[in-house]
C-alpha cells in the first residue's frame, strides 16, 4: 500500500536507527516565542473585554495609583484581587481614608454590607472631610432598615457642608423609606436645588409627591426624570402607573409599553 509522507508522519530515518543522530542537520533549534503583546497593543482600542496593558502614569504616587489599579482591577470582575491590594496599602497606610472608602465601596457591592460599615466608621476617624464618608455610610445604613442613625449620619453631613446635593438626597430617600412624604420632597427639593439635573433625585421626588397624593405635582416630576433619562424603564412604568390612578388610561398603556421597551434595550 502506498505510504503517504507529512510532517506528523516522516519515513523511517535509518541514519537514526544506526545511532547517528541528525539534529544537527536540520537547522536551529527553534528560540523563545517573542511577546506579542507589543505587537496587539496599537489595536487594543478596537478589541472588546479586558485592556491588554494597565494605564501607566509616570512617576505616579502609589496613594493615587493603587486605587486606579483597583477600580480597573474591579472593573474587569477581578473583585478579589482588588480587595486584595487595597488591604495591602491599607496594611501600611492605614490612615488613608480614601482608599478605606473605596474598599467599603468594594465589599458593599460584594454584599458585604457589616465589613463595609466598619471600614467607613474607621475612615471616618482619619477623614480631613469627613461628609462624603458620612454620607456613604448613612445611605449604607438606610438601605439596610437602619434608618435612625443613617439619618443622624446624613444630617451631620449637612449641617459640615450645606451644599452637599448628595446628603440631602440620601436624607430623602431615608425619609421615604419611613413614610415621611412630607419630609423626604423638602429633602428631595433640595438636593435638586444643587443638582438640578440628577434623574435620581427628580425620580423619588415624584414618588414623594405620589404619597401625599399629589399625583399632577408627580407625573410633572416623572416627565422630567424621563427627560433627563431617556432609557430608564421604572420612570415610564411609575408614569403608567399615575396615569391609572388618574383615569387616564390610553395614556397610561403608552407609558407601559414604553416601560416594556426601555427595558429590553
Same mark, same amino acid.
Given at each position: 500500500?502506498?505510504?503517504? /509522507?507529512?510532517?506528523?508522519?516522516?519515513? *523511517?530515518?535509518?541514519?537514526?536507527?544506526?545511532?547517528?543522530?541528525?539534529? $544537527? #542537520?536540520?537547522?536551529?533549534?527553534?528560540?523563545?516565542?517573542?511577546?506579542?503583546?507589543?505587537?496587539?497593543?496599537?489595536?487594543?482600542?478596537?478589541?472588546?473585554?479586558?485592556?491588554?496593558?494597565?494605564?501607566?502614569?509616570?512617576?505616579? *504616587?502609589?496613594?493615587?495609583?493603587?486605587? !486606579? %489599579?483597583?477600580?480597573?482591577?474591579? $472593573?474587569?470582575? @477581578?473583585?478579589?484581587?482588588?480587595? &486584595?491590594?487595597?488591604? @495591602?496599602?491599607? +496594611?501600611?497606610?492605614? /490612615?488613608? +481614608?480614601?482608599?478605606?472608602?473605596?474598599?467599603?465601596?468594594?465589599?458593599?457591592? $460584594?454584599?458585604?454590607?457589616?465589613?463595609?460599615?466598619?471600614?467607613?466608621?474607621? =475612615?471616618?476617624?482619619?477623614?480631613?472631610?469627613?461628609?462624603?464618608?458620612?454620607?456613604?455610610?448613612?445611605?449604607?445604613?438606610?438601605?439596610?432598615?437602619?434608618?435612625?442613625?443613617?439619618?443622624?449620619?446624613? !444630617?451631620?453631613?449637612?449641617? @459640615?457642608?450645606?451644599?452637599?446635593?448628595?446628603?440631602?438626597?440620601?436624607?430623602?430617600?431615608?425619609? #421615604?423609606? !419611613?413614610?415621611?412624604?412630607?419630609?423626604?420632597?423638602?429633602?428631595? %427639593?433640595?438636593?435638586? %436645588?444643587?443638582?438640578?439635573?440628577?434623574?435620581?433625585?427628580?425620580?423619588?421626588?415624584?414618588?414623594?409627591?405620589?404619597? /401625599?397624593?399629589? &399625583? *399632577? $405635582?408627580?407625573?410633572?416630576?416623572?416627565? !422630567?426624570?424621563?427627560?433627563?433619562?431617556?432609557?430608564?424603564?421604572?420612570?415610564?412604568?411609575?408614569?403608567?402607573?399615575? &396615569?391609572?390612578?388618574?383615569? %387616564?388610561?390610553? /395614556?397610561?398603556?403608552?407609558?407601559?409599553?414604553?416601560?416594556?421597551? =426601555?427595558?429590553?434595550?
Amino acid at each position: 500500500m502506498r505510504r503517504l /509522507q507529512n510532517s506528523r508522519a516522516p519515513e *523511517p530515518d535509518d541514519a537514526a536507527l544506526e545511532g547517528f543522530d541528525r539534529a $544537527g #542537520l536540520e537547522g536551529d533549534a527553534v528560540g523563545p516565542v517573542a511577546d506579542e503583546l507589543p505587537w496587539l497593543r496599537p489595536f487594543g482600542a478596537d478589541i472588546p473585554g479586558l485592556s491588554l496593558a494597565t494605564t501607566f502614569v509616570l512617576n505616579e *504616587p502609589e496613594s493615587t495609583r493603587v486605587p !486606579r %489599579r483597583a477600580r480597573e482591577l474591579a $472593573g474587569w470582575g @477581578r473583585s478579589l484581587d482588588a480587595l &486584595l491590594l487595597l488591604r @495591602r496599602y491599607l +496594611a501600611e497606610e492605614p /490612615q488613608n +481614608a480614601e482608599v478605606r472608602s473605596l474598599l467599603a465601596e468594594l465589599l458593599d457591592e $460584594g454584599g458585604d454590607s457589616e465589613a463595609a460599615l466598619e471600614e467607613l466608621t474607621v =475612615a471616618l476617624s482619619h477623614a480631613a472631610d469627613p461628609v462624603s464618608v458620612l454620607v456613604h455610610r448613612g445611605s449604607i445604613l438606610a438601605r439596610y432598615g437602619r434608618t435612625a442613625p443613617a439619618e443622624r449620619d446624613l !444630617r451631620d453631613a449637612i449641617r @459640615r457642608r450645606p451644599d452637599h446635593a448628595p446628603a440631602h438626597f440620601h436624607l430623602g430617600l431615608t425619609l #421615604l423609606r !419611613r413614610g415621611l412624604g412630607s419630609d423626604a420632597t423638602a429633602a428631595l %427639593r433640595e438636593s435638586l %436645588r444643587y443638582a438640578p439635573d440628577d434623574p435620581d433625585a427628580t425620580y423619588y421626588l415624584g414618588e414623594a409627591l405620589e404619597a /401625599q397624593g399629589d &399625583l *399632577p $405635582g408627580a407625573l410633572a416630576a416623572m416627565e !422630567r426624570a424621563a427627560a433627563l433619562a431617556p432609557d430608564h424603564p421604572r420612570t415610564y412604568k411609575m408614569m403608567g402607573r399615575l &396615569l391609572d390612578r388618574m383615569g %387616564r388610561t390610553d /395614556q397610561a398603556m403608552v407609558m407601559h409599553k414604553k416601560a416594556r421597551e =426601555a427595558g429590553i434595550r
